[in-house]
């Protein structure tokens, strides 16, 4: 008996080690009376938590630009968390992220560990690869005289957080997407304003147990906002498992992803 146990746990260790690498599309179709019609069928492709260092090499940056480019996303978002361990990692990520192509742009915003390296740097890099930046910021993403609303807020364990940019000028017929690297904003958010939320940061609890629940999801809601489509009020929040890992190179039933958004109008 002990010796299937440590045959068992050896196998759960060294897949473990494995599915870092495993990195998928996800797919899914948001659908809402809001969207335009001109923006139906449009794609977003939303990544988050890249975590370039020591156990996320540049290489595996440049496939995953690549893997990106290859969907031949509309627009592009971004999640934070770009780094980790040290500052000395942030041109290097953003010299392959600034290949990233999207017919509508690359909308971003910073992470916690970011700002733990060297939040200023990190937007420079940014606006040097060409993103638009959406720390407590907000554009509009136009097509055939029809328009939805794109925003984001500073991350919540790091700097503050201004919704109102995102909301201004907006009524209650836009379709209003927000970006926000931590999840737990939407227990912030006023119910009937925002229409998706995408965010990052549990890494889907990156050591689960087969998936059904994770020790540690780095939010202060435990499984709530661990991963997954999560509704409230008419907000919908999709939050990803992101690509890299944080302090272990290891993932266990939590696998990193890509998320492909495809737009459904509901009219």
Known sequence: MLTLIIIFLSICLIYSLIEPFLLRNKYQTLVNHKIPRSFDGKKIVFASDIHHGPYFSRDRVRKFVDRVNALHPDIIILGGDYVAYSRRYITPVFEELKKLRATRGVYAVIGNHDN?????LTKKCMVTAGFHILDNAAEWIEN???????GGIGDMWTQTQDLEPTLRDTTPNDFVILVSHNPDFAERMPLNRIDLMVSGHTHGGQITFFGLFAPYTASKYGQKYREGRIKKGDTESIVSHGVGTILLPMRF???PEVEVITLKSGK
Request: no cysteine; hydrophobic share 25%.
């Open 253 to 255: 039933f939590a696998r």
């Open 144 to 150: 055939d005289n029809e328009r939805i609303r794109i």
């Open 116 to 120: 733990y390296e060297d939040g200023e």
